[in-house]
């Protein structure tokens, strides 16, 4: 098996190759530039090479144009000819039609299978990242996990969140005795942002069974690496969603891999398209999450290649540690732009053959400014590099094509049905039940005695000689006098009105 990807042909007449070498894929990279230069297709020759060294690969179907991979290329394309043409120039000898194994995912679980996480493994700074919660409201949202753990109620999907909520906010009063301020108001708001992420369609995300990370790293019966591809057009109508699952998933991976140091290849490959989302109006936190998940994941055997319109993206400590770049056309038609293609052209190591900043203004479509890293980590010289064409079809499937990939796939049927086990929600609204049947045990019991006592006062009203109490009510001790008294307290409209407020009626109205 080759140790490089083969990316496309540089120098002077294109014809010396440029490529990705294996043990340093997971040193991550980039691919940037402007809408309709290209990236699209280098990001699929990119898969289709790392799939063919038997690496899996995860990334986002912005367009849908992506699972083309599914398929191989066709010999009655439109493109064929040039494609035949541009293989030829770079010396891409080998270069054929072919297909990829694929595995389509979908959040909505209608263009692929669906992929849940639980509220709990999301956690609180993600969440609050998803609802663009404010420090007070996230402060409040902190405190919901807390009470969770605490009180053993499991948060499995959003009615568990919404649920332990109501309880905070009926409790809030102890509550803010030992965690600080803890606001109806503060609450009320997560409750509206959690609506409108149902309204959404977010809440079909959280729930089980959760995505398990180890179908992520599936190769096919010849060897190589499966790709999963996210249906992410409709998601795209929700930016703040696709940034936070694609950030939690990164973070997922983070969290439960080992260290394998450096391997002969990546364990993994993930494209993160659209990056730009995942930092715009990110608190400082956040950033500072993903920096120390870029840093460190790769020692885990991770890559990560951020795919967008601009390098100037991508905050600044998180560029430097992109070691692989494609860097597609960019245009300078304001200020901004021309400052942001600078420190574009400054990243490079300088070729003396053409100046880096005309070269990233002038290069065509399906052309780029490359430049990978060689022996002993260090960036190779920027060059002028045609990308190869792509060995898969270009452009989109058809539905049925994709209905029976899903059916034939390796997990099909595992994340289908959606399961519902107790959680906090049912522990919930169980403890409000078993607090209504005892409000009302007491409320009957409050009801007997005082009809006892009517029927007592009555005898003794129309009787010559008063009735004498039986022993037993004589008996009485004052222990057993308070504890009756307590009883018909707690039988009275007071009494319901405590117990219910406090252990949450509400669950018994749903």
């Known amino acids: 098996m080759s140790e490089t990807i083969f990316v496309g042909g540089g120098g002077e007449d294109y014809a010396t190759p440029q490529h990705v070498l294996l043990k340093y894929g997971n040193r991550h990279g980039l691919v940037a530039g402007a809408t309709g230069t290209g990236k699209t297709v280098t990001l699929q020759i990119l898969a289709e090479g790392f799939s063919s060294a038997g ?46 194994p694929v595995t389509f995912w979908d959040l ?26 404010t420090e007070a409201q996230e402060g409040v949202l902190n405190i919901a996990f807390r009470v969770s753990d605490e009180e053993g109620l499991p948060m499995l999907d959003l009615k568990d969140l919404q649920s332990v909520l109501v309880w905070v906010g009926e409790n809030s009063k102890d509550l803010s005795l030992r965690y600080g301020n803890v606001s109806t108001a503060s609450v009320g708001a997560i409750q509206r942002a959690l609506l409108v992420l149902e ?43 696709y940034a936070t699952f694609l950030l939690w998933l990164l973070s997922e991976l983070f969290e439960e891999l080992p260290e394998v140091g450096d391997p002969d290849k990546p364990r993994l490959v993930f494209f993160f398209d659209e990056a730009h989302l995942l930092f715009d109006d990110a608190p400082k936190a956040l950033v500072d999450k993903v920096e120390q998940v870029a840093r460190l994941i790769r020692s885990k055997g991770v890559g990560v290649y951020f795919v967008t319109q601009n390098p ?4 600044e400590d998180i560029l430097g540690q992109l070691g692989n770049r494609v860097q597609h056309a960019l245009r300078a038609f304001t200020a901004r732009d ?17 100046v880096i900043e005309d070269a990233i203004r002038e290069v065509g479509v399906g052309e780029a400014v490359t430049s ?52 906090a929600h049912e522990m919930l609204r169980k403890r409000a039940e078993d607090a209504a049947r005892d409000a009302e045990k ?62 949450g009626g509400l669950f018994k109205g749903r």
């Open 312 to 315: 100037d993206d991508v905050p």
């Open 338 to 354: 021309r400052k942001a293609l600078k420190q574009a052209a400054e990243t490079y190591r300088d070729n003396p053959r053409f």
């Open 442 to 503: 007491a409320e009957a019991e409050a009801a007997r005695a005082e009809e006892e006592d009517r029927e007592f006062r009555a005898a003794r009203r129309w009787s010559g000689d008063a009735p004498k109490r039986t022993s037993s009510r004589r008996g009485d001790s004052l222990g057993e006098a308070l504890g009756k008294a307590v009883i018909r307290e707690l039988g009275g409209t007071t009494g319901r009105r405590i117990v219910r407020g406090i252990l």
């Open 199 to 241: 309204n959404q369609g977010g809440a079909q995300f959280f729930g089980e069974p959760a995505l398990e990370l180890s179908d992520l790293f599936r190769t096919d019966t010849d060897g190589r690496g499966r790709i999963s591809i996210l249906a992410a057009d409709r998601l795209m109508g929700s930016p703040r969603l």
């Open 372 to 423: 990978f890293l060689e022996a002993k980590g260090a960036p190779s010289m920027a060059e002028r590099t045609l990308i190869r064409p792509p060995s898969s079809q270009l452009g989109p499937i058809d539905p049925a094509d994709r209905a029976t990939l899903i059916k034939s796939s390796p997990v099909a049927g595992k994340y289908d049905t959606l399961q519902d086990r107790e959680s």
């Open 55 to 100: 690496v899996p690969v995860f990334l986002s179907d912005v367009k849908g144009d992506l699972a083309g991979l599914a398929k191989a290329g066709r010999e009655d394309f439109k493109l064929h000819d040039a494609f035949t043409k541009r293989a030829a120039t770079i010396g891409f000898v080998d270069y054929s039609y072919r297909e990829f």
């Open 108 to 133: 909505f679980g209608e263009q692929g299978h669906p992929v849940r996480t639980t509220v709990a493994e999301m956690g609180p700074l993600l969440l609050a990242r998803l609802l663009d919660l």
